[in-house]
C-alpha cells in the first residue's frame, strides 16, 4: 500500500477507488467501511480465514493525514468463541474508546491494514440519503432528467397506461376495451415489474422510518422533482408508488390486482426499450390485505400534513376500507401461479410473491385499520389471528409490522368513542400489551442470537442466510431499534448497530453491500437499469441481496458454499446480487434509526 500516493490525493471520495488500486488488499481485516459516530461501539474483526495473525498482536489506528499520525493503539483480541461458519476463532480489534473526529485507517504492521472510515456525528447522512434516492431512480413511467438523476438520467419506461387484464381476473367492472391505466410506482427490483404485496410491505416500512424519526427525515433533501413542497422528501417519494397502488384496486368492488407485470422478465435492456404488453393478474386475498395495511398505514402517518394533501388521505381511508371488505367476502384466494397457468394464458412467469399463509396479513391488517378507524369490528380478528410467535418482517410474514403497529400505539384517541364497552377497552389493552412483549420477546431472542466470530445478531442461526439475507439483517435491525424505542435499553441498539456495520463490511465476505458506497462494494448488481445504461458505476444506495447458500441462479464461481461466504458480485447473480424495494425499506429504518440513538 503506498500511502503517500493517497496522500497527495487528498481526504475525497476518490480515497476509496485508490485504496481498491493500490496493490495491497486489505488483508482478513473485516469493518465497517463508511465510519463511526465518535461514541459509539468501534470493532474491526481479523477473519481468521484469511488473516494469519494471532491475538496479542498490537494494531494501530493512523490518521489518513500527511503525518499518518497514530492516534490508537490497542491490542487484538480473540473473540469469544468461534465463528458459527469457518469454525475457528477470529481476532477483534476494540477502538471504540477513540472519539476523535477524522479519517483513519487500521494498521497491523506486517499483516495488513483496514479499508479508510470515518469518525464523525451522523457518518450514514450521505448513505441514508442514497438509500431513499434508490427509489427515485426505481421509478416507472416518467423520466429522469438530469436535474435530479445527474449521470443515470434517463428516459421514462413503461408508460403503463394501456395494461391489459390478464385472463385470469374474474372481473374488472373499471376496465376499457379490457384495457386499464396504471402508471406509476417503483419496480420492484432488478426487474421492471410491479407486485402490491412487496409494495406493500415496502410502503408500510418507510412510513414507519418517517413515523419514528421524523426529525431525520425532516432535514434529508433528496433532490427529487417535488421537493420543496413542504412535504419531507421521504413521504414525497413514497407517495409516487402509493399513487400507483391506489390504482391497482378494482373500484366497483374493492378487490386488488395482485401484480402488473409482462408475461416473462425482460431482457437486460433499459427500461425504454422494453415494450412487452404488460398485464394485471388475479385479485387475490393477500394483495387486499397488504394494500389496505399499506393504504392505512399512510392515512395514519399523512393525518399530520392533512391540509396539504386535500383529498389524498380521505382516498386512502377509503380505499383501506374497501380492500379489507373484499377480502372479508374472499379470504382465501391464494396466488399459486402454478395451478392459475394450468387455466389461463399467457402463461406468466414472473416473481410470484405467493404467499399461502394468511394469518399474519389478516392480523397486521386488521392492527391498522383498527388503529385508523377506531372500529371495533377489527378487534375479533387481531384477537383471532395474533400470531404465537413473531418473525422478522418479510414480504410474506408481516405479524412483526402489525405488532410493533399496535405495541406503539397509545389509548389516546381510543376514549370516549361511541359504542366501546369496558371490555372492548380492556380487550385493546390487553392485545397492545401482548403485542408490545412479542416484540421485545423477539428482540431478546436476536440479542441472544450472536455469531461470536463477527459479534453481530445477523448470521446467529444459519437460517439468516437466505436469498435477500442483507434485508434479514436490516429488518433485525428493525425490530431491534424498536425494542429500543419500547424500553430504552442499550443492549437492542447496539445489536442493531452491530447489524448496520455487518452491511457495511464487518462481514465474511468483507464487501459493503451498498452499491456506490465503501471500498470494497458491488458493481455489477442484477439490476436491469445498472446493467443496460453504458454507465460503469451501478445506481448508488442499494442494498444488495446479499449470502445464500441457495445460489438459485445457478452462476458459476461463487467463492464458497459456506452460508455466510455465499455471495458473488456478479450481474446474473440473482439470487445474491440483486437489489429490491422491501430490501432497501428496513434499511433505510435501520440508519434512520441510528442516526436518531447516536451517542452523544
Ligand atoms: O421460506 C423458506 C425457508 O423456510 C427455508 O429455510 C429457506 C431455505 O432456502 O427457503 C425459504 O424460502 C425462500 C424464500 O425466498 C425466503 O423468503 C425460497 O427458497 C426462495 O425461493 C424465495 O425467494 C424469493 C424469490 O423472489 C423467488 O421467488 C424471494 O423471497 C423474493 O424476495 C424474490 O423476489 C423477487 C421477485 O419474485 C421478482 N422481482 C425480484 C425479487 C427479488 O429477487
Ligand atoms: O431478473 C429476474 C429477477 O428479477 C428475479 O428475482 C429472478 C428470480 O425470479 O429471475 C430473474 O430472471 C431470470 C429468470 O428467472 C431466469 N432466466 C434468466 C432471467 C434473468 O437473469
Known sequence: MTFPLLLSIGLSCSLHAQFLNADEPAGGIRANQIGYAPYSTKIAIMDSYLFPGQHKLPFYIIALNQFADTVFRGELQSTPAADLYAKKVNYLADFSKLSREGHYYLSI??????????????PFDAVLKAAVKAYYYNRASMDLTARYAGRWAR???????????????????????????????????????????????TVSTLLEALTDYPSVFASLDLGIPESDKGLPDLLNEILYNLRWMLKMQDPADGGVYHKLTSANFDRMEMPQSDQAKRYVIQKTTAAALDFAAATSSAARSLAAYRNKLPGLTDSLRQAAVKAWDWAKT????????????????????????????????????AVSLLLMTKDKRYLPVIAHDAPEHLNIPSWSDVGAVGAIWLSKATAKGFE????????????????????????IHLADQLTQQINPGFSTVMGGRA????WGSNSSAANQGWILM???????????????????????GRNATGYCFVTGFGSLSPLHPHHRISIADDIEDPIPGFLVGGPNPGRQDGVKGYPSKRADLSYIDNDQAYSVNE????????????LAAITAAEKK
Open 109 to 122: 504492521p506486517g499483516q495488513g491494514v483496514s479499508y479508510p472510515f470515518i469518525i464523525q456525528q451522523n
Open 155 to 201: 428516459k421514462a419506461g413503461h408508460p403503463d397506461t394501456i395494461v391489459y387484464i390478464h385472463s385470469s381476473v374474474a372481473s374488472a367492472a373499471h376496465s376499457k376495451n379490457n384495457t386499464l391505466r396504471a402508471p406509476g410506482g417503483w419496480y420492484d427490483a432488478g426487474d421492471y415489474n410491479k407486485y402490491i404485496v412487496n409494495s406493500g410491505i
Open 330 to 365: 374472499h379470504p382465501l384466494v391464494v396466488y399459486d401461479q402454478d395451478a392459475m397457468n394450468r387455466k389461463n394464458r399467457p402463461k406468466i412467469t414472473t416473481g410470484a410473491y405467493g404467499d399461502k399463509n394468511l394469518q399474519d396479513e389478516w392480523y397486521q391488517t
Open 416 to 439: 370516549n368513542i361511541q359504542g366501546w364497552s369496558a371490555e372492548d377497552h380492556h380487550t385493546l389493552a390487553a392485545l397492545q400489551q401482548s403485542a408490545k412483549a412479542a416484540v
Open 463 to 466: 437460517t439468516d442466510f437466505s
Open 482 to 504: 424498536t425494542a429500543y424505542l419500547l424500553t430504552h435499553k442499550n443492549i437492542y441498539r447496539d445489536a442493531a448497530l452491530g447489524n448496520l456495520d455487518y452491511l457495511l
Open 579 to 590: 437489489v429490491a424495494i422491501n430490501w432497501n425499506a428496513p434499511w433505510v429504518y435501520l
